[in-house]
């Protein structure tokens, strides 16, 4: 690596080559990070109160495109293989794909808004699902309810992708689904004042909250 440079008797100094102008600098720093990420300023995300601190981080790291997906860390210049979805291993594994565009996210979805009583969910793009909680039509007690019940089902399918890359253990949608509603169950009847749902009234989403 250091055949052919020549040394000199000066002071070290920063080299910048990331950019148009050689000089090393934070905001050229900023700008380059920031550079290998898509953004998208429609999608705001508010923190739902009753969910988990661990499912909020996550949903906001998501909706970032910050989580370790194969495309995130063929980015970062990780090898991970043919970089096909844990799941159907048929496109890339990219964030929208594994939350909106895969065949395991679409089942998800399905039973989610089955569980709801809600038309079918079509999401292209993860910003797609904060549009949903947040400009539905649902009343606000109900919209405050679903919102964390999407943030977990976020979360529960990044664990599956997890467990079959991991421990090579498959879970099915009807697995997924059902994980969700009991932890949205647990977390909900615990940490929200508003919690007091039985969980047959949960299980058939049928019940009125201040």
């Known amino acids: ?9 000066s002071n070290d100094q920063w080299y910048w080559d990331r950019g148009v102008v050689e000089h090393f600098s934070v905001l050229g720093v900023k700008k380059w990070i920031d ?8 999608a705001v995300f508010s923190w739902s109160k009753w969910v988990p601190i661990k499912c909020n981080i996550f949903m906001w790291r998501m909706l970032m495109d910050r989580i370790p997906t194969k495309q995130a860390l063929a980015r970062w210049n990780i090898n991970v293989g043919d970089g096909l979805c844990s799941f159907c291993e048929d496109q890339e594994e990219s ?3 594994l939350f909106s565009a895969c065949i395991i ?7 989610i808004a089955r569980w709801l009583k ?12 904060i549009h949903e909680f947040t400009s539905s039509s ?3 007690s109900k919209r405050f309810i679903i919102k964390g019940i999407m943030i977990i089902a976020c979360w529960r399918i990044w ?23 009991v932890l949205s169950f647990l977390w909900f009847s615990n940490r929200c004042k508003q919690g ?9 989403f049928s019940f009125d909250v201040m």
């Open 95 to 97: 964030v929208d794909h």
């Open 118 to 129: 809600h038309q079918p969910f079509f999401f292209f793009s993860v910003a797609d699902i």
């Open 35 to 42: 550079s290998g990420y898509p953004s998208d300023n429609n």
């Open 159 to 181: 664990k599956a992708r997890n467990e079959k890359i991991f421990k090579n253990e498959r879970r099915n949608v009807a697995e997924i689904i059902v994980d969700i509603k």
């Open 196 to 204: 007091s749902v039985g969980w047959r009234d949960w299980q058939s």
């Open 1 to 9: 690596m250091i055949e052919g440079q020549v040394l000199v008797a």
């Open 105 to 111: 996210a679409n089942g998800v979805w399905s039973g």
């Open 138 to 140: 649902w009343p606000p």
